[in-house]
């Protein structure tokens, strides 16, 4: 399946003339998820040639304006597109007396939204039979949660031609496909990774925005394909970001090195910044598979069989 | 002084790639007037160089999504960006209660709100040495405005070279300009018209989204410089205006035929019209100098002097 991140704005608090603030989808098969929601959102869904009634989940990392003020104006575009099906919104608690004050002023709107809050006892936010969403506690100036993607664990594939040397039946497929070995009529053992194909390798993406650098955090996201992490500011303000509980683009490669991801997005950059090169390179200097991001820019993560047979 | 719009979105609910939903911007003078403010409206303001902060008045048609969704967004950016100074926001009595959720869930601003709300018995809503702005009632499925920018009359100017083959004075000039003939010490007449220029012409922009084809609001904008008026939909699609409160394009051009304005401008088009050249035709039938507006057009009105001396 796929498992493509667009970023749809990549800028902090204030938008620049091509920075819209803060919101991604992620493509995992044919499920979209929309993560955060900033102004413009649903402006660059349509540039972005995507329909936003494929989405049915929503993602909010915390209620500050520049990632939730699209939220009105794509659920109003999606009532009037004529949804019936239920809209997904995850986030937190505020999230419903803020959508109640939509109703408020703009009437109700005529499909029904499923609010669910991360809890600490709570495993994964979401699960499909692909998909995994697990929420991460931030620290930021109100209550804020990242989110973890992760396929799941796919059966394991049997290896066709040996379906045909030994004579497999159904049952004996269904075993393997199971991880157990397979022992012949005359009592001779095949070890399962002689007939099947390495499994998949589950592939992952975290969302970390917005928070203060918080080491512990890398606990969560252990060898993640790939992390987006805010990088609202340069070293040389890192004071700045402590006190707004942001992250410098070096911290957010920090980050990157001690959990092991394979790579980094940096993105949320202050207006500030005419270059955010500048946070790029400062974030390589730390880890050097780090990319910045522009609105538009797509990232698809492949899948791959592990290797190790 | 300058007396120009520039269009900021041009489409009705639902926006489209090239279009934003509802906004404009009136600078009259060095003043900025933003009416109304769709979602995406300070995107807009970036993309066209125009720096929000100098927008001191911000007049809202009405409470419906697509055009106010901009407002949290637009206002948030101004306090960030160290606005102290007062904001005049114009609109329907519910905006008070709108904007009281603002603050309910991201704070209080760090600067003055202060709002109006047109009534019966109001002659101008705004009002300075060099400009009034009178609101029109609409017919709308909730509480609407239309607004009228209309020039002050400015005192005469008295022709140099009179001044000099005269010997007027000070006190002669000052009579002169608030329209009394000049008497010269020996008693002899001269009429004003001969001694000034003839009076400049008094500008004016009106503002009408959105309504139902009301011929009455003609009565408002007699002869008007330039007129916006919605055009939502085709005269294919009539039943489905009147249904929703809103006029089609050859409503809006009989509104200006009646009004007898000198331009109109049409826009508010519904993305179910592919190509809104549809919509300018219609129009164009019924009054010739109708132009669908684009986001990031700009209309200037020259300053002219009446004629007739």
């Known amino acids: 399946m796929s498992f493509d991140l ?3 704005g990549s800028s902090a608090a204030l ?3 091509r920075r819209f603030p803060t919101a991604q989808l992620l493509k995992a ?3 979209f998820f929309l993560i955060d929601c900033g102004e413009g959102t649903q402006i660059r869904l349509r540039q972005y040639g995507i329909n936003p009634s494929r989405i049915h989940h929503i993602l909010i990392s915390h209620l500050h304006g520049d990632h939730v003020f699209g939220l009105f104006g794509l659920l109003s575009t999606l009532g009037m597109m004529g949804r019936k099906v239920p809209l997904h919104l995850y986030g937190p608690f505020e999230l419903e007396e803020f959508m109640n004050s939509y109703s408020r002023f703009f009437g109700p709107l005529p499909f029904e939204l499923v609010l669910r809050t991360p809890s600490e006892n709570m495993d994964f936010i979401y699960e499909s039979d692909e998909l995994t969403i697990s929420a991460i ?3 930021h100036r109100v209550p804020a949660f990242g989110y973890l993607f992760r396929e799941k664990k796919k059966p394991l594939n049997v290896r066709k031609e040996k379906i045909e040397t030994l004579g497999l039946g ?3 497929i269904v075993k393997l496909k199971r991880g157990k070995d397979y022992v012949s009529k ?3 053992v095949f070890p399962n990774s002689q007939l099947t194909l390495p499994p998949m390798h589950q592939r992952s993406y975290a969302y970390l925005s917005d928070t203060l650098f918080v080491p512990e955090l890398a606990e969560y996201i ?3 394909d790939l992390l987006f992490h805010e990088a609202t500011f340069s070293e040389r303000d890192k004071k700045l970001a402590k006190q707004t509980q942001h992250s410098t683009a070096a911290q957010a490669a920090t980050l990157a090195k001690l959990a092991g991801v394979k790579k980094l997005l940096i ?3 202050s207006s500030r910044y005419k270059e955010p090169v500048l946070l790029e390179n400062e974030a390589k200097e730390v880890f050097k598979n780090t990319e910045g991001v522009n609105d538009g820019d797509i990232y698809s993560i492949q899948p791959e069989r592990l290797s190790g047979e």
Chains 1, 2 share one sequence.
Request: charged letters at 25%; a neutral charge; hydrophobic letters at 30%.
């Open 137 to 139: 506690p931030l620290k």
């Open 222 to 224: 252990k060898g993640v």
């Open 267 to 269: 993105g949320h950059f």
């Open 29 to 31: 098969g044919e499920r």
């Open 15 to 17: 938008p620049t003339s």
């Open 6 to 8: 667009t970023i749809l």
């Open 186 to 188: 005359n009592g001779e």
């Open 170 to 172: 159904i049952a004996d």
